[in-house]
């Protein structure tokens, strides 16, 4: 057996994995109020709500920018689809501007 997969002296592969992502997600996502080291370093129970947190957050942005999304929709307007100006007719440009 690989010493690399022995889990009494250390984490195993899975949690390590799910760790390192956790840290990242705050770190990336906490709008610079965090680096890696002092995440990597904070107690698991703070870790864990500050991730919960953010997540939290950023769900319901995400339903927010949905429910946008729904009404321009309902609205007529498709995504992504700019609102015109009512012009009624082309302009001619056989007209000279007048010289000063």
Same mark, same amino acid.
């Given at each position: 057996?690989? !010493?690399?997969?022995?889990?009494? &002296? ?5 949690? +390590? ?5 956790? /840290?990242? =997600? /705050?770190? &990336? ?7 890696? *080291? @002092?995440?990597? $370093? #904070?107690?698991?129970?703070? +870790? +864990? &709500?500050?991730?919960?947190?953010? %997540?939290?957050?950023? =769900?319901?942005? $995400? =339903? ?5 999304? *729904? #009404? #321009?929709?309902? *609205?007529?307007?498709?995504?992504? =689809?700019?609102? %015109?100006? *009512?012009?009624?007719?082309? !302009?001619?440009?056989? @007209?000279?501007?007048? %010289?000063?």
């Amino acid at each position: 057996m690989f !010493p690399y997969l022995l889990t009494f &002296f250390g984490l195993t592969p899975d949690y +390590r994995l799910f760790l390192f992502k956790q /840290i990242h =997600e /705050i770190v &990336f996502h906490g709008g610079g109020g965090y680096d890696w *080291n @002092t995440v990597y $370093n #904070m107690p698991i129970w703070l +870790r +864990r &709500f500050t991730f919960e947190t953010l %997540r939290e957050h950023f =769900e319901k942005q $995400n =339903e927010e920018a949905e429910k946008q999304q *729904n #009404m #321009m929709k309902n *609205n007529g307007k498709s995504k992504g =689809e700019l609102s %015109r100006p *009512n012009i009624a007719s082309k !302009p001619t440009y056989t @007209t000279k501007a007048p %010289r000063k």
